[in-house]
């Protein structure tokens, strides 16, 4: 019960928290973007001017129409949040053909592509990140840990497109050197049948490259993190006693000690989420993946309002579900929240 009460207090924060977050993105994007000179009609069609009810209706469509106040927007916009149907929450976009298109079904297809690379790049991430830290801690000082120590710190002093730039030089090598690599342009075959298994295989293939990319900084970071928080572990009054007591040191960590060294690995994994998201724009974009990361900076370039705003939901959604599970890991590991 305590642990319910626990999560629920949070997940009402964390509520408000991305509310205000995403009110603000609109209020911004409503001010200092104009999509109106990028993405929207110009001012004659044909060689005729178009008519100023048309632009207007047009624009009142989207809910930009720069004549109307900010905060009526706003108060439109809301609106539409919790009384439009569904597809037409967030008002309407523009695809890359012109034709408006509903912001939530094309961002729900372009989150799906991207869930695939951001959740299994992630889960490896922590996994073998919590591994080689926790490892890299217990074995302090040898060469194992010196290894792990310093490619981690290269990966972290790289920036996100060097790294990818090195991850697909070493698919070209590794294609040189046997006659095989992986995909690393083209997510869809355009010569298999669509919903083929030629199809769905080659997919899997395109997979493992920028799945790669996303699990190796996430594995640079969380080992980091890990190692720092297992040497605070290795050094409490509490490990010494139970090796005083006749445990030896692998024995009083498995018992005692990563237990508590994966209590702040908790609140880390919530905000190492967001880098991860913010990571795969870059991975989508190198890649060629058409997921919400690609289709995000897509928004900002042509100045998509409505389309931004929807991506810091998305956003917002993915970090309040990683601090919700974060907490109510924490609450298990420790009975002290409880």
Not at 54 to 78: E, G, H, K, T
Not at 130 to 139: D, H, M, N, T, Y
Request: a positive charge; hydrophobic letters at 50%; proline letters at 5%.
């Amino acid at each position: 019960m305590a642990l319910t009460k626990f999560v629920l207090r949070r997940l009402v924060g964390y509520i408000l928290l991305a509310f205000i977050a995403t009110s603000l993105t609109f209020l911004l994007a409503q001010a200092l973007l104009n999509p109106q000179e990028v993405m929207y009609p110009p001012n004659t069609q044909g060689g005729k001017p178009i008519p100023p009810e048309v632009m207007q209706a047009y624009f009142d469509a989207r809910n930009i129409n720069p004549d109307v106040s900010i905060w009526q927007r706003y108060l439109n916009w809301l609106t539409n949040l919790f009384t439009a149907p569904w597809e037409e929450k967030l008002g309407v976009t523009t695809g890359t053909d012109k034709k408006a298109l509903w912001v939530i079904p094309e961002m729900g297809t372009r989150i799906w592509i991207s869930l695939r690379l951001v959740v299994i790049g992630t889960f490896l991430g922590v996994i073998l990140g919590i591994v080689l830290g926790a490892w890299s801690a217990v074995r302090r000082g040898s060469i194992s840990d010196k290894t792990i120590s310093t490619i981690s710190f290269i990966v972290l002093a790289l920036p996100t497109p060097v790294i990818i730039l090195c991850i697909q030089g070493f698919n070209l090598a590794m294609g040189n050197a046997i006659g095989f690599k992986f995909p690393s342009t083209n997510p869809v075959d355009p010569l298999a049948e669509p919903g083929s298994w030629e199809s769905i295989s080659f997919q899997i293939k395109a997979m493992v490259m920028p799945t790669i990319a996303l699990a190796v900084m996430g594995i640079a970071s969380y080992s980091r993190y890990m190692k720092v928080t297992t040497l605070d572990v290795l050094s409490a009054d509490y490990l010494r006693t139970a090796r005083a007591k006749g445990l030896t040191k692998g024995q009083a960590m498995r018992r005692h000690g990563f237990r508590m060294a994966l209590i702040p690995m908790g609140q880390y994994f919530a905000f190492a989420l967001t880098g991860a998201f913010a990571g795969s724009f870059f991975v989508e974009r190198l890649f060629n993946w058409q997921g919400i990361g690609s289709w995000a900076v897509t928004q900002l370039q042509i100045g998509d309002i409505n389309g931004t705003t929807g991506v810091m939901i998305y956003g917002a959604i993915l970090v309040l579900l990683a601090a919700t599970l974060a907490d109510f890991f924490q609450a298990v590991l420790d009975p002290r929240i409880r």
